[in-house]
């Protein structure tokens, strides 16, 4: 390979283009195995976002819904559990109506449901009454200020009459998810919880006696719901109930068995747990044989463990260097499989075979030279109250260019969304679309992500805008302080809470010459006065508030009343159907920025919501996020 040319950081002529990073951006939905065959959905952005259903028999993949239907539900607005496989059949919620269909070899989809006022999602096969059970959200009337709430419930919906055979089984609590029948057919484990809180709050776990009539007995409580949840109830072949939960301080194994609960394996510094923002997410599988196979997160790297619960297992921290992240795995076979995503190629649904990872089909070529990719290392520093903050440090990276000598490169620092989330250092092209051009990333699990424990999570509860910020800033001096990036040339971005985090450090610190802001708050009173029913009680969480007492802490860390602070570059982009934080946040905090002559760009998307999912919109941001970032940081082209 010829000697690198020496082209200043920033500017690099890179392979990874706009429509490369679309293209890569797919997401992936619902897993599901059934006998010999993993199911799973992905959105594609080259097809305006459309999520389609596709399945893995052997190496033959097959795509089983066809244009235009879209599986996609829309339950609590993030969704997920939109598809369930049962006899053969595939049944999922239609993106366009929300209505539930029946999908079998050969034949049209076929529409099951008639129910306009209720969203669908999280499916369990009852055999015993032919019907699906279901969650549920009633919504009355278009959601504002002078309409009730939704309602959520659990359903059974009868699959041998009418159309509109939609059955309420058990209600009362505000929020439902995890149907999980045993497998006879005669209890019904579920999830629950109340506002103010989030499932991964105090999500409770109860069970239910299904009678003959097909009605749901009294549920009985059996663990989390008191300051502590319980994540991914799952039975076993032989009826006993295992749960993740979270009861110590860290997500663990339990098992219900003959009315006692049981810890059945802990592992120290590790997290086995999710945070349950959709809705069929997993962290263990339990395999017919009497195996599990479990991954935890230790350090924001997947610890995988392989063995009988409660006996003897083994781990694999080998598969650390070659797995960054391991989502819901499954039984299938003699093994297991999971969505496994990796630090140099694009997550694909792979076959767990001891400490191997075996694709079980052709990954979608990416076209890359591995020289181009950048691997994140883990990075663990302390900001200035002597808290660690854990972070994913990406040097910038490639094959035909290098900085010139004694200079350091630009830098972003990433702040992920939810806040109650975390990033992983799998391969994201948009990140690598920055590193080839010579930009080294810092991706930041600041106070509030999982995968370190429910304290490190609890960190942020009252302290948005202020932990998260500490975190960030602490990020930057990092690179700073270590020669890893120009101190001079750190941006910040982020989407959605990340978005938020953005501004916030924008306006109450001074470490960061730029800003890029993706659908972010902007006004917290705002969003208290339009958010969904869902997210309805977490911002006094975060706030540290109260129904009754949270105006002025609100003003005090919105963005919008902190313009003053703002003086670095921003730009910022939003979707014109984005229901969680609607447009009116961008424009409201880009008029008062114009309005004061701070250097702002906005863009707008029409047809995108929260979280930008067609391909148009990906490259278009992406180009305008680069040429910003060019211009407002003096790059020399």
């Known amino acids: 390979m010829p000697a690198k040319k020496i082209v200043p950081f920033g500017t690099w002529p890179s392979q990874i283009t706009p429509e490369l990073a679309a293209k890569a951006s797919r997401r992936f939905g619902t897993m599901q195995a059934a006998g010999d065959a993993v199911y799973w959905s992905e959105s594609r952005p080259e097809e305006g976002g459309r999520q389609v259903i596709l399945r893995i028999r052997g190496k033959r993949v097959d795509e089983l819904l066809p244009a235009p239907w879209s599986a996609r539900s829309r339950v609590h607005e993030y969704g997920g559990g939109e598809f369930l496989v049962a006899e053969g059949t595939l049944f999922f919620v239609n993106d366009r109506d929300q209505q539930v269909y029946r999908l079998q070899e050969g034949a049209a989809p076929q529409r099951i449901t008639n129910a306009s006022s209720l969203r669908f999602a999280d499916f369990a096969w009852d055999a015993r009454s032919n019907r699906l059970i279901a969650v549920a959200e009633f919504r009355a ?47 019904l484990a579920f999830l629950a919880w109340d506002l103010p809180d989030m499932p991964w709050d105090s999500a409770a776990l109860y069970v239910a006696r299904m009678q003959a009539s097909g009605a749901l007995g009294r549920p009985r409580r059996i663990a989390g719901g008191d300051g502590s949840a319980v994540f991914q109830p799952e039975w076993d072949g032989e009826g006993r109930l295992y749960f993740a939960w979270d009861e110590g301080g860290w997500g663990s194994l339990y098992r219900w068995q003959d009315g006692k609960v049981v810890r059945m394996r802990r592992l120290a510094g590790a997290e086995l747990w999710r945070p349950q923002w959709v809705f069929g997410s997993r962290c263990f599988a339990l395999h017919p044989d009497g195996r599990m196979a479990a991954v935890y997160t230790k350090r924001g790297l997947p610890l995988l463990e ?77 900001r200035p109250d002597g808290q660690i903050v854990n972070a994913f440090y990406y040097p910038p990276a490639n094959p035909r260019c290098r900085g010139p000598a004694n200079a350091a490169p630009p830098a972003l620092v990433l702040a992920h969304g939810g806040p109650t989330s975390m990033t ?63 101190g001079t040339r750190i941006a910040i971005g982020g989407g959605s809470a990340g978005g938020y985090t953005t501004l916030m450090a924008l306006a109450t610190t001074d470490v960061f010459a730029a800003g890029s802001c993706h659908y972010g708050v902007s006004d917290l009173g705002l969003l208290l006065a339009h958010t969904h029913k869902f997210e309805s009680g977490y911002l006094h969480r975060l706030m540290g508030t109260t129904p009754g007492r949270w105006k002025e802490v609100f003003a005090q860390r919105s963005p919008i009343n902190l313009i003053a602070g703002i003086r670095a570059p921003v730009i910022l982009f939003q979707g014109l159907e984005d229901r969680v934080v609607p447009p009116e946040q961008s424009r409201l905090i880009v008029a008062e920025l114009r309005r004061r002559g701070i250097d702002v760009d906005y863009r707008e998307f029409a047809g995108e919501g929260h979280g930008f999912r067609q391909a148009s919109t990906i490259i278009a941001v992406l180009e305008a996020e680069l040429a910003f970032l060019a211009r407002v940081l003096k790059l020399a082209v």
């Open 141 to 187: 009337k278009a959601e504002g200020l002078d309409h009730p709430p939704p309602r959520n419930t659990l359903v059974g919906i009868a699959l041998g009459g009418a159309a509109d055979a939609v059955g309420e089984l058990v209600s009362g609590r505000d929020f439902y998810a995890s149907p999980r029948l045993s497998p006879d057919g005669s209890q």
């Open 306 to 382: 392989i063995g009988r619960p409660g006996g003897k297992a083994r781990r694999y921290p080998g598969l650390q260097a070659k797995a960054a992240r391991i989502d819901d795995p499954v039984a299938l076979g003699s093994t297991f499989a999971a969505l496994v995503s990796r630090p140099t190629a694009p997550p694909t649904i792979m076959r767990l075979a001891g400490g191997r990872l075996q694709p079980l089909g052709p990954a979608p070529p990416l076209g890359l030279e591995p020289a181009n990719i950048s691997k994140g290392e883990a990075h663990h520093f302390k």
């Open 424 to 486: 992983d250092a799998g391969l994201k092209v948009r990140l690598q679309f920055f590193t080839s051009r010579g930009f080294a990333v810092c991706d930041v699990n600041y106070s509030g992500s999982t995968g370190y424990g429910r304290a490190y999570r609890e960190r942020l509860d009252g302290a948005w805008g202020i932990a998260d910020v500490a975190d960030c800033a602490a990020a930057a001096r990092h690179l700073a302080r270590s020669g890893l990036a120009d």
